[in-house]
């Protein structure tokens, strides 16, 4: 067990130094360049030197370790003098020195690993102080060395003693007296001609402040070409939440605790979300985490927030430029000028690592040095920076450093955290959001030495004289909470047993809470106790958890924010198909007693991973390197080997067996524990030990793996879906007691006599209740009828939104019925119809209209008013006859998903136009690897729309689908019939499959590029866990035109709300469309369709404030934004169906039956013409 934990630990600890965005301030020059190695002392020797000591290594080699070379070079006077020291030394003590690089990319998990079996890679180990304090430390696994760092003439005091600090000893140690120097660089030549006031004015004058800075931000955006563009920028970045915290001395955490309260740090969120509400700075287009800094060289862009180690990278690319260099600005709570570091590092000595003392001494002596420099870092900046004034400014912020602790916690989710900010969430509501989810990932690492078990508490209660409360029992009911992480864990209905409170047989009664909306990390439900007497008390809940067969659930209980004791982390909760009462202890004759005093007092219950979160973490691991390895056996083998060929895999993929039996050791670790954690086997256990098997099987039988491939391929498809399964943590909730101990409790289950009742009483019920109608409806003259043609889910929320805000306000009631989708028709031609239909296809509101069966909303004097909510292609489908005959409700669009990594491997970037698309197609295909083009199934094409890939290609060139008077197809045409003839071409020419699945083909690597409906990033964001931040979307190749431009124009699919001609009350209905398509509305609507449904149903609301509202990192909302401009509506006329559904048939007949492209699309517009023309005629058109 110690084992899998250790490896579990190494992974995690992976996991936090890779999760922190950018790499930036982890490459080896930006830390301990040999030129920035300087001490500032005079003299070598001073009081604090260690005294000459005498010691024999026998010829041991001293392994120094880093993810760079760390040799010295002569580079300059200051190495040459350690150089001499080292050889020196080595003479003296015999031994020898080699320095271990480790590529970065695999340098933590290795290093890690290797501390915690015992065997370190090296004996001066370079670590992060991300994932070394406090996890090693509190492991024992690194020496403390303040002791032999009190030279400060070579030892920075600093690294010691505050920024590598735990618990009061010092365990990191660098002879670096240079600090991290990061602040505002700016072009100075772009400032002077824009005519602005010199930025080092500012600072002289001491009013470099955040007002000052946002408005020299705002005066540089400028159009200087007079095209209505901006063309110059005053701020490269728009997310600066680490220097905005750093520049006003804040910080979101501090030790133990969480800091979002300090009013410091409340401060720096406000500002952060006033840049980004008044979009300050350059918008991005798509780009990586490097996007701004090539901003800031393009030469129009006037400031960036940087750090030192890139000047040079700078001053090489802006030739032409006057750079200069600037503190950030300084905040209102600040007293100084700072520069900030979050991923602080320093040496290290692994505990397993004899006589460190010697180590220590031996550093110390190499660095006493007579340092030709009068200040840290001087080379650096004097040789980049040209203006005395930068250097001073670089001086005076290095002075400052301060180290942020946020990313130590691998489960603080920072970029969650600083997404909902920078998209415009109040910064109040995402303080109380987050402080509780940032509390229990520091928490993980730091609390678990506070927390007594509850053993001591047990014997302190006694030696206390503390005795049990007198008998008593206390009902908290679940749906009776006082208060939620979220809104989304409302209250819910279960019907599952008439044991619930309160119950009947056929009505729907909000009895119980959680279920499947309580199962995220960090989600919690409180409830207040009044407690009558002051005792002991036991706790109990009635429960049901119902969704993970062989795995468990996991809670944690807070009394009055603080954890009682120390398995109050950790309730398990084990799979049940009933409801039970589960009394909180070590069995139900041993119950756990908490001491409560008379009053109230609130309990918490919040969803944690518990021992389950490094079991999640190693399998996510494991995803990833298997699924790199299988991407690497696709390279050489392609994705339908030949079943008669050797490849020879072993020796061209080396590693290839090592890492299957590595894998299958880890797996197996994983499902042991399971098993004994749970007791019982099942399908979640069944999935691990399937991939094991395989995995030993073709370790030991190489030869066999690429005819099982495709089986290799799913295996860890199903370690993909165990991880999201597994990650949620549903329980739901009847009540809690809180009782005396030994207090009869009620039964969780009903009895037998009541149970037949209740399936009685059900049968009987299913004859007469109205199902289809969701809730009550208010009895008022002024109602209207809606029919949802969805979910059940969908028309609860709709349904609870009605009720809390749209009758209210506007006194109008409404009758909502959850109805098929192919009932409304008949209905309406039968007079038994709705006022409103919702969710209705794009095709149906025309096809009503020329039925004179759909109203016209343009005839109501604000639909202007409210048009404007919406992109002007979310309406096309919905125009007729100079009427509009629907509101759009979502709208989607195609975008282009790519993984950054493999790209990245074959030299490749995001296509920009079509002809970087063939170039990249040439690559992909030379590894055996696809590009993604979006292909409709044909199983059922009467209803079908256009294929997306080809309107891209018909909208990019000016094309359109029908002539200007919509009486004609405009399929015929040149431009019409080139766009098709490309298209086929990636079929014919390329061979794209015609069927793929390519969420799943994307997520192991052999489609790593793709065009996909945007609602794709959904889907991936939940399933493919294991390759987050290693994918992108960005707006989809275009046309390059004569002139040089690029169009991106894509076709986008909607659905409507529509409303009835035959509606009794047109105004109430109009009323209730205004109402749902309304920004508020749609984003409570898919802020709870997200929190019941998860982060995959995220709405695509076709409302444009709504859009922008909804929790998008604001990059992927920017990209989004970027190709909704490009957006163009397909028209809906009559006859219209026929276009999808032969342009399909077109196509088909020239990829299957290689037939003539021109020649097949003509003989199909001919039908199309002839059923619009046919359409026309029957519904009197003219």
Known sequence: MFMLMSLVLAVMLLLSACSSGSSAQTEPETKAPQEEQAANETEPKNENSTPEMDFDMGGRT????????????????????????????????????????????????????????????????????????????????????????????????????????????????????????????????????????????????????????????????????????????????????????????????????????????????????????????????????????????????????????????????????????????????????????????????????????????????????????????????????????????????????????????????????????????????????????????????????????????????????????EPVMLKLQGEQAVSKSSPTLAPISDRSSPSLEPYDVSKIRINAIGGLNWKLPGEWIEWDVDVPADGLYQIALKVKQDQLRGVYATRSLMIDGKVPFKEMERIRFNYSPDWQTRILGTSESEPYLFLLKKGTHRLRMTVTLGDIAPLLRTVESSVLELNEMYRKILMITSNKPDPLRDYQLEQRIPKMTEVFKRQADILRSVADYLEKATGEQSDKVAVLHAMVVQLEDMAARPETVPKRLDTFKINVGGLGTWILSVREQPIALDYLLVSSPNHELPNAEANLLQQMKHEVGAYVASYTEDYDSIGNMKQNTNSITVWITTGRDQAQVLKSLIDDSFTPETDISVQLRLVPPNILLPATLAGEGPDVAMQMGEDIPVNYAMRNAAADLSRFPDFDKVAERFRQSGLTPYRFNNGVYALPEQQHFPMLFYRKDILNELGLEPPQTWQDVYNAISVLQKHNMEFYLP????????????????????????????????????????????????????????????????????????????????????????????????????????????????????????????????????????????????????????????????AAARYPTANIEALEQLPWPVKDYQNLEKQWEWVQGIPQVPGGYFTGRHLDNAFRKVVNANENPREALSDYVLYINDEIELKRKEFNLK
């Open 62 to 469: 001293i392994k120094v370790v880093a993810w760079w070379d760390m040799e010295m070079t002569d580079s300059n006077p200051d190495n040459i003098q350690r150089i001499e020291n080292l050889e020196a030394l080595k003479k003296k003590h015999n031994f020898d020195i080699e320095y271990i690089s480790i590529d970065f990319g695999e340098y933590q998990e290795k290093v890690v690993a290797s501390l915690m079996a015992g065997e370190p890679l090296g004996d001066i180990v370079r670590l992060g102080k991300s994932y070394a304090i406090p996890a090693l430390t509190k492991q024992d696994l690194l020496w403390p060395v303040d002791e032999y760092t009190k030279n400060d003439k070579v030892f920075n005091q600093k690294t010691t003693n505050e920024y590598m600090q735990y618990e009061g000893r010092g365990y990191g140690f660098t002879e670096d007296q240079s600090s991290f120097i990061s602040g505002i660089f700016y072009n100075r030549t772009l400032m002077q001609e824009l005519g602005m006031k010199p930025l080092q004015e500012y600072v002289d004058e001491d009013q470099w402040n955040w007002d000052t800075f946002i408005e020299v931000a705002k005066k540089a955006n400028k159009d200087r070409n007079n095209d209505g563009k901006l063309d110059t920028w005053g701020l490269a970045q728009r997310g600066l939440l680490e220097p905005v915290l750093y520049s006003n001395e804040a910080s979101l955490t501090k030790g133990d605790k969480q800091n979002l309260d300090d009013p410091k740090t409340k401060e720096a969120l406000k500002f952060v979300s006033r840049m980004a509400t008044e979009k300050v700075g350059r918008a991005s287009e798509g780009g990586d985490w490097t996007e701004p800094a090539t901003f800031f060289r393009q030469g129009n862009t006037l400031m960036y927030s940087g750090a030192m180690y890139e000047i040079e990278g700078i001053k090489t690319d802006m030739q032409d430029y006057d750079i200069g260099f600037l503190p950030f600005p300084k905040g209102p709570s600040a007293t100084a000028y700072h520069s900030g570091e979050s991923q602080y590092q320093a040496l290290t000595i692994p505990k397993a690592v004899e006589n460190p003392e010697q180590l220590m001494y031996i550093w110390e002596k190499i660095n006493e040095i007579d340092s030709i420099y009068d200040y840290p870092s001087q080379s650096t900046l004097e040789t980049h920076l040209t203006d005395e004034a930068d250097i001073e400014n670089a001086k005076t912020v290095a002075e400052g450093m301060l180290v942020l602790d946020h990313n130590t916690f691998p489960s603080l989710p920072f970029w969650d955290f600083n997404g909902e900010l920078v998209d415009g969430v109040s910064v109040s509501t995402v303080i109380e959001k987050y402080k509780a989810p940032f509390q229990a990932a520091i928490s993980e690492l730091y609390q678990e030495e506070s927390i007594p078990a509850y053993e001591e508490l047990q014997a302190a209660y006694e030696s206390a004289g503390l005795k049990p409360a």
């Open 935 to 1094: 292909i409709e199934d044909a199983t059922n094409n009467a209803n079908m729309i256009p294929n997306a890939t080809f309107a891209m290609l018909l909208y990019q060139n000016n094309g359109e689908f029908y002539a200007e008077d919509q009486k004609a197809s405009e399929l015929n045409s040149e431009i019409s019939m080139d766009a098709f003839k490309r298209w086929t071409q990636f079929y014919t020419n390329y061979k794209f499959p015609l069927k793929a699945d390519f969420p799943n083909r994307f997520r192991t690597g052999e489609m790593p590029i793709g065009i996909a409906d945007y609602t794709t990033y959904n889907m991936l964001t939940v399933m493919a866990p294991e390759i987050r931040n290693l994918w992108d979307f960005t707006i989809v190749p275009g046309t390059e035109l004569e002139d040089g431009s690029v169009r991106h124009e894509v076709a986008s699919a909607t659905s409507a709300v529509m409303m009835l001609e035959n509606a009794k009350n047109k105004d109430a209905a109009w009323m209730f469309m205004k109402w749902w398509t309304d920004k508020q509305t749609q984003i409570e609507y898919g802020r709870e369709m997200e929190g019941l449904m998860g």
